[in-house]
């Protein structure tokens, strides 16, 4: 999205996740989507990328080639759309929940970049956001070293989503600490032990 290593993650990834591809298919596709990098660095990072558990690699003589490895960590944008889609059916609605639930976790407007990590299919259906909260948002992620398109819109959601919120900011926790199993799945009806 923002950050220029990430992207490049985030576009091997999902190039290898269609399929597997050697170092040369990943030089060209790079290449195609406008990254200039020496082939050593190519090598170096997938090299890195397969250490820390992100890919998988396997000699296929005479060349290396890579898939996505079970252990490809989410970001905030995915793993929230993600779980925007096991609530929601309606493509629409999932685009206006993801807007709602990010711009309450950052505090913040949300940027149509950052909207388009979520990956979702509904258009993007919300109030523009104003030139001051434009500008405050933008100098909050250049500050942290994000950069951000001249004239990307940024929306809010005045509308309150409430226990969609609560419901996606649970199961994110849960997931994250493989908590899950320890949650009761029936819900009590009526009081026990009241006579």
Known sequence: MFLPEKDLKKIIISSLKKEEKSISGLYRMLENEGYKLHRLTLTGYLKALSD????????IPPSKVYTTSGHYEKNIYEAVSEKCKA?????????????YVLQKLFHRAIFLEEIKQCELKGGVDAELATDEQRMEAKKLLQKAGYRIPRNDPVYKIKEK???????IIMNLFLEKFSAQPLV????QLKLIGKE
Do not use: F, P
Request: glycine fraction near 4%.
């Open 161 to 167: 989503y409430e226990e969609e919120y609560n419901t």
């Open 87 to 99: 609530i929601e059916k309606d493509e629409k609605e999932q685009v206006r929940i993801a807007i």
């Open 184 to 187: 009761l799945e029936t819900k």
């Open 52 to 59: 820390v558990g992100i890919l998988k690699e396997k000699e």
